[in-house]
């Protein structure tokens, strides 16, 4: 099988062999593709952005991440304009991973939208599924913050630090905790007029 139809049958949501030689090689470019942009540190930001073009599947304006990023494909992963992420972000994105504009992540935020079978000899040869993760606009997310597969986050919520997702978040809201549940909306009051 190529590493296309890899690739849509992963998509899919089904069961699949994590250990195929097409997918090990695609991790292995990935490193390399990861290791070249973290090493870009402190060069232009066209030159680190055009790393980041043939390392992921589409990277709007102003995609930024301090070093160090890693990720698994790379190709299922789409990032709108005006990205940040700090130190050590981890994006496992066999399931693919959808992020919005002007979305802020702190530090060693982890995505994963793939797991293991529970079968202990399926897990074993490979078995793995996948399940997309999509994060809408204007979201932040806060350092420590654990994003499992199949979680949406709404436009303009919080994720606390330390939490750890497991189900959707609505819109304009703040999420914390392990696992992460709604706090409370974000309101009129939370203003404090301050302006650039």
């Known amino acids: 099988m190529t590493l296309d139809a ?11 062999n994590d250990l195929t030689d097409e997918l090990v090689e695609a991790r292995q470019r990935t490193v390399l593709l990861t290791d070249e942009y ?3 540190f402190g060069r232009p930001p066209a030159e680190r ?12 304006r102003d995609c930024y991440f301090e ?7 790379g190709f ?4 709108g304009d005006a990205f940040y992420a700090n130190f050590d972000c981890v994006m496992l994105d066999g399931g693919g991973i959808t992020i919005g504009d002007h979305v802020l992540f702190g530090p060693r935020v982890g995505i994963y939208t793939s797991n293991h079978a529970i079968d202990a000899a399926e897990r074993a040869a ?8 999509t994060i809408g ?3 932040w997310v806060g350092g420590g913050v654990t994003i499992n597969q199949g979680v949406t986050i709404g436009d303009g919520s919080i994720i606390g630090s330390g939490s750890v997702l497991t189900r959707p978040v609505p819109a304009g809201v ?3 905790g392990v696992p992460a549940r709604v706090l409370r909306e974000i309101t009129d009051a939370d203003r404090t007029g301050w302006r650039p």
Request: charge should be positive; proline fraction near 4%; charged fraction near 20%.
């Open 174 to 176: 703040i999420a914390a």
């Open 49 to 60: 952005e055009a790393i980041l073009r043939r390392l992921l599947g589409s990277a709007g």
């Open 137 to 139: 606009n204007n979201v």
């Open 6 to 16: 890899q690739r849509e049958h992963i998509l899919s949501g089904r069961m699949y």
């Open 38 to 40: 973290n090493d870009s």
């Open 126 to 133: 490979g078995a793995c599924y996948a399940k997309p993760v």
């Open 76 to 79: 299922n992963i789409s990032i």
């Open 67 to 73: 070093p160090t990023f890693r990720c698994e494909f």
